[in-house]
Each structure stands twice: as C-alpha cells, then as structure tokens.
C-alpha cells in the first residue's frame, strides 16, 4: 500500500502522517511492545512505570504518583491499590502530617521491578539502533519544541 492509499489510513481523522498521529503510533506501538515484554512478569506497562517510579523516589504522595504519570486521581487510587494487593507497595502515613499517605515500594515490588525493568529498555533501545547520534538529538530537539507548544 502507498501512504496515500485510503485503505493505509491508521486514524479515522486524519491522514496518518501528521507529526500527531505518527506520535500516537509511535506511542501505541511502544506501549504494546512493553505490555508483550513483561506480561510473563505479571505486571502492566503503567505498574511497571510506578514501581520505577517508587524505586527513584520513595515515599511519594498519591497526587505526586498522578502529576509523574499524567493520570486522573480515581486511576492512580486504583493503580494503588492494585499495587498493594500485590504486595508490591505499601502505604505509610506521613510522618509529620498524618492526612498524607507516603507510597513505598515493597521487596516483592522491587523483584518484579528489577525484573521488568531489563526488558522494558531492551524495547526502548530498539530505536537506539536505528537513528545516529545527530538524529536522535534532531529528533529530540523537535519533540521539545512541539510539546513545548501545549505547556
């Protein structure tokens, strides 16, 4: 099929290869790649991102974990108490104000996460292999100027 083919449309509103939609494919595909990787750990591409989240900064409130993961608060209190369930994090109450729950990772979380962890970059290396050095940084460059647009 040529690019411009009808039938080659990925998106219903557009046509396929606007920066946008290229993005949104890029991101899709990437996401699913990862879910495939660490299915046979037993966790979700966004439990994985949480618990390297937690490894890097321990003891983050619930409405931190939202504003790193850019999710709404009923899905991060869900990705948390999943999260928990499994024993993979555990909630403690902030030591100087007992309102606020700190999230921690637990040793089975950090397991799955020392699992997870090698096959989710094994994916993201994947593009390391297909663009130099200059390309990568061009490409970077232009990502920053166009997401710099919505901030």
């Known amino acids: 099929m040529k690019d411009n083919d009808p039938n080659n449309?990925?998106?219903?509103?557009?046509?396929?290869?606007?920066?946008?939609?290229?993005i949104k494919l890029l991101f899709n595909t990437?996401?699913?790649e990862i879910e495939n990787a660490i299915r046979p750990?037993?966790?979700?591409?966004q439990q994985a991102l949480a618990l390297r989240l937690l490894t890097h900064q321990p003891g983050i409130t619930q409405?931190?974990?939202e504003a790193f993961l850019h999710i709404e608060k009923s899905s991060v209190s869900n990705l948390i108490k999943g999260l928990?369930?499994?024993?993979w994090v555990e909630r403690r109450h902030h030591p100087d104000?007992?309102?606020?729950?700190?999230i921690y990772i637990t040793p089975e979380g950090q397991r799955i996460n020392d699992q997870a962890v090698p096959l989710v970059e094994q994916i993201k290396s994947?593009?390391?292999?297909?663009?130099?050095?200059?390309?990568?940084?061009i490409l970077k460059l232009l990502?920053?100027?166009?997401?710099?647009?919505?901030?």
């Open 126 to 137: 994947r593009s390391d292999d297909m663009l130099s050095e200059e390309e990568e940084a």
């Open 84 to 87: 928990c369930d499994k024993n």
């Open 63 to 65: 409405s931190e974990l």
């Open 97 to 102: 104000d007992s309102r606020i729950r700190q």
């Open 9 to 22: 449309i990925r998106f219903p509103w557009g046509t396929g290869d606007s920066v946008h939609e290229l």
């Open 143 to 151: 990502l920053r100027k166009v997401l710099r647009s919505y901030q």
């Open 30 to 32: 990437t996401r699913r």
């Open 41 to 45: 750990v037993g966790v979700t591409s």
